[in-house]
């Protein structure tokens, strides 16, 4: 499959994600939306990596180059892991304050 | 092994030495402390000095370079210092009369408190340090380094009495006059480094530097040379200062602005004569300034009725002589003239001063009168002095006079007809001084009349040994008409002076010049005789009073140049600054203010709107990028 497709997914995908993180006002969805972003990336890495693989196999059957994008993705996952576990966990503090996901509710820093 | 001149560094460091002592300790050291280390400290400097003009006088010459001073890619300004004639003779000239001086202060300004007595003999020997680094420098750097320090002490010393707001307003006039041509010796200084890329002596006068340089650098770097020179040893323009500069104490305007500081000009002049030889230009412009000098200077003296400004306006002429002995070529007349009349100025300013003491501070003449029955040493001295400067043989003026008039004789008749007349008016208005002050009756108030007293031993022995130096001190340059080789003077300095190409004037005609120029002279005095022996108080009218005004000088410098600055300063502080600059600081301050009070607005709190300036910021530096990289 050509990368274009890869690319375009993606695309599709981090867009999506942004117009989900300004649009709706609920954490939880906007926490969603940065997962679907963080996805998105994923992907491309992901894409991007098998594509020079291939390429640098063409030559040598042997080699491991160009694999490293894929490695990156696992890290990514973990992270994002302990990210979504420290982010629901706010969510979770922010219901039992007030009562509410609303972030706009959240705009005490101002003051 | 070493020169022995080597240590030669110890003539200008010991009266340094003597500065911070007396500076630093001007509050804990008792007077006579102070004295003795003001004193002991140039009396050092003069017997280290004497034994130098020994050691060159016997052949040896010496350029001490001690460490670099400034080094600029290729360009390395040594520290040096150089003895040779001309410098040997200048130490000599310095330290001997400056210890006279010192030591004529130490009763003159014996009324001071310690702490301003103390001040006073600090300022004195730093001026001694820096005057020795002037004559002794073995570059123009170190010239101008001592040439600025002389400048400073001037200024200090002129402005001695604080407290008095004229005498600061003259110690400024004189620091700025200064300032003027100090800018233009500067410049010649950059001149000089752009098109030599030396300063020191020895090579900017070497042959080959010298024929590099181009005719019109030359008369640049010499005219610019000769604006510093004017500022300094106060020719026209930039005379002004001088008079007003008595405002210091009396051994100070002696020893400062008669003796040394002024000559430094024709020292510098001198100095250079080989640069000044290759440009008639400068040579005539110096020529006509000088004499112009010594004319315009020699008329105002004549109507001056403060003992000192007559001084003052007579040291501003005789230097006016020398510029016209420098312009035409006779660079050791001027050096001869340099060395005479400091011994006879210095004498007559300290005459000055002990009839200043006498009379309690009154320094006009015409409240004085008689003073010769009281002030019996101070008036033949003083009466030597008048000789020596009017010119009558054998006293030292004559000689050193002699040789300026013959060698405007030998440029051009006219010259020498107008410096003859100036000449004439300085025998006239110093013997008119005379005779005012110590002829005739006792003009001021009874009070005066019985304070009325002969100085002390500590001032009449200096004034005693100047007028011994005044009357012998012309032995050593006797023309060579009367005597085969008796121009010991120009024997000396001829490795450093370019011979002057021989007299071209007939021995009869030198004699001839010399019979009118002292029968002219005796008449005059004559003449100043029968008018002011029995001196009557009157008003001066007409012409007398444009030159009692000084020819308005003074006003025309203040209505042309002073007044439009100072219009023009008051309309940059209360105009512009106010208008201009001010809006234009607040502007910044009010600027930032809106500017912030306007940004804070985008601080919402709300996190949609944080997160959406980020996401459009992201897009547009991506934007950016995108078309950067094209």
Redesign the interface.
């Known amino acids: 499959m050509p990368i274009n497709y890869y690319i375009f997914l993606a695309l599709a995908l981090f867009s999506i994600g942004i117009v989900g993180v300004l649009t709706r006002r609920n954490a939880i969805i906007i926490f969603m939306c940065i997962e679907l972003m963080l996805n998105a990336v994923n992907l491309l890495l992901v894409a991007f990596s098998k594509m020079h693989y291939l390429k640098n196999a063409a030559a040598d059957a042997m080699t491991t180059a160009g694999t490293d994008g894929q490695l990156f993705v696992f890290f990514i996952m973990v992270v994002a892991a302990a990210e979504v576990s420290v982010g629901l966990a706010i969510i979770v503090m922010m219901y039992r304050n007030i009562h509410s996901v609303d972030i706009n509710f959240l705009n005490r820093l101002k003051h | 092994m070493q020169n022995v001149l080597q240590i030669v560094y110890l003539i200008p460091l010991l009266p340094l030495i003597g500065f911070l002592v007396n500076g630093l300790g001007r509050k804990h050291l008792s007077k006579s402390m102070i004295s003795v280390i003001g004193c002991g400290t140039i009396l050092a400097s003069f017997v280290l000095s004497i034994w130098v003009f020994l050691q060159v006088k016997g052949g040896n010459t010496h350029v001490a370079d001690y460490f670099n001073f400034i080094s600029v890619g290729a360009l390395k300004i040594p520290f040096a210092l150089q003895i040779d004639q001309l410098s040997s003779l200048f130490l000599l000239i310095i330290t001997g009369v400056g210890f006279l001086i010192h030591v004529y202060s130490t009763s003159y300004m014996q009324e001071e408190k310690t702490e301003h007595f103390g001040r006073y003999f600090a300022y004195l020997n730093l001026f001694i340090f820096s005057m020795l680094l002037l004559v002794m420098g073995a570059n123009f750097v170190i010239m101008f380094i001592g040439w600025e320090g002389v400048g400073l002490c001037s200024y200090l010393l002129i402005g001695y009495w604080f407290k008095k707001q004229d005498y600061n307003k003259a110690a400024n006039k004189a620091f700025i006059m200064n300032r003027i041509g100090d800018l233009a010796f500067l410049i010649a200084i950059f001149w000089l480094i752009a098109k030599v890329g030396s300063v020191s002596y020895t090579e900017v006068f070497s042959a080959a530097n010298l024929a590099k340089l181009k005719a019109t650098d030359i008369t640049i770097i010499t005219l610019l040379l000769f604006i510093g020179a004017t500022g300094k040893s106060a020719q026209i323009p930039l005379y002004t200062w001088l008079p007003d500069a008595m405002a210091g104490p009396t051994p100070v305007s002696a020893l400062i602005h008669a003796a040394t500081m002024v000559t430094a000009g024709i020292y510098m002049i001198a100095r250079s004569n080989l640069l000044y030889s290759m440009s008639h230009i400068t040579m005539d412009i110096i020529t006509y300034v000088g004499l112009a000098t010594a004319l315009l200077a020699a008329t105002i003296a004549l109507k001056q009725n403060d003992i000192k400004k007559v001084l003052a306006y007579s040291t501003v002429s005789q230097l006016g002589f020398m510029f016209l002995a420098l312009g035409c070529g006779a660079y050791t007349a001027a050096v001869f003239h340099v060395m005479t009349h400091a011994f006879f100025k210095a004498l007559m300013f300290l005459g000055s001063g002990s009839v200043i003491h006498a009379m309690g501070g009154e320094q006009d003449i015409r409240n004085m009168g008689g003073l010769s029955k009281k002030l019996k040493i101070t008036f033949i001295t003083f009466l030597i002095g008048c000789i020596a400067i009017a010119g009558i043989p054998p006293f030292s003026g004559f000689f050193s006079k002699d040789a300026i008039l013959l060698s405007a004789f030998e440029k051009s008749p006219v010259l020498y007809g107008i410096a003859l007349f100036t000449a004439l008016l300085t025998a006239f208005y110093m013997f008119r001084l005379l005779f005012i002050t110590f002829t005739g009756k006792f003009r001021g108030t009874q009070e005066q009349e019985h304070h009325l007293h002969e100085s002390p031993v500590s001032m009449t022995v200096p004034l005693i040994i100047l007028a011994v130096l005044s009357i012998i001190g012309g032995f050593v340059g006797i023309p060579e008409v009367f005597m085969h080789g008796g121009d010991k003077l120009g024997e000396f300095l001829s490795p450093v002076i370019a011979s002057h190409d021989g007299h071209k004037v007939s021995h009869s005609t030198e004699y001839m010049l010399m019979g009118l120029s002292t029968g002219l002279v005796i008449i005059m005095i004559i003449f100043a005789w029968i008018k002011f022996k029995n001196y009557q108080r009157s008003e001066a009218t007409g012409f007398g009073k444009v030159l009692e005004n000084k020819w308005y000088v003074d006003e025309l410098y203040e209505s042309i140049i002073v007044n439009p600055l100072n219009k023009l300063g008051s309309f940059f502080s209360s105009i512009f600054e106010k208008s201009v600059l001010d809006d234009m600081v607040n502007g910044v301050g009010k600027m930032v203010n809106y500017g912030s009070r306007q940004m804070r607005l985008l601080?919402?709190?709300?996190?949609?709107n944080y997160?959406?300036l980020m996401?459009v910021s992201m897009v547009i530096i991506f934007v950016i990028q995108f078309f950067l990289r094209k």
């Open positions: 601080q919402s709190g709300q996190v949609g997160v959406l996401v």
